[in-house]
Nanobody
Framework: QVQLVDAGGGLVQAGGSLRLSCAASGSIFSINAMGWYRQAPGKQRELVATISSSGSTNYADAVKGRFTISRENAKNTVYLQMNSLKPEDTAVYYC???????????????WGQGTQVTVSS
């Protein structure tokens, strides 16, 4: 059994900062890519940022220069530092991880439960 628990959301004023975290736990053999996605009301879920197992990163154009994704492999945890937040960043943020469990050679995608980020103007 593998699960992701994400946390760190909240209410912040425009221009402020938040740091999200997502910890994977359970019978984990290895973790490949990890990432953050978000879904605003009435919109489709969209990619925010991803990070590979070697640390290569990729960002959506809307967050480049403001958000930073990082991971701590020893803790099976991925972070998203969000600075200079804007009202349009308001959404539920979900972490995602591609994981090989102890019981299989296959890779599976897991999602966190989501954490709400609200940016007021």
């Amino acid at each position: 059994q593998v699960q992701l628990v994400d946390a760190g959301g909240g209410l912040v004023q425009a221009g402020g900062s938040l740091r999200l975290s997502c910890a994977a736990s359970g019978s984990i053999f290895s973790i490949n890519a990890m990432g953050w996605y978000r879904q605003a009301p009435g919109k489709q879920r969209e990619l925010v940022a991803t990070i590979s197992s070697s640390g290569s990163t990729n960002y959506a154009d809307a967050v480049k220069g403001r958000f930073t994704i990082s991971r701590e492999n020893a803790k099976n945890t991925v972070y998203l530092q969000m600075n200079s937040l804007k009202p349009e960043d308001t959404a539920v943020y979900y972490c995602k991880a591609v994981i090989r469990s102890d019981y299989s050679t296959r890779l599976y995608t897991y999602w966190g439960q989501g954490t709400q980020v609200t940016v007021s103007s």
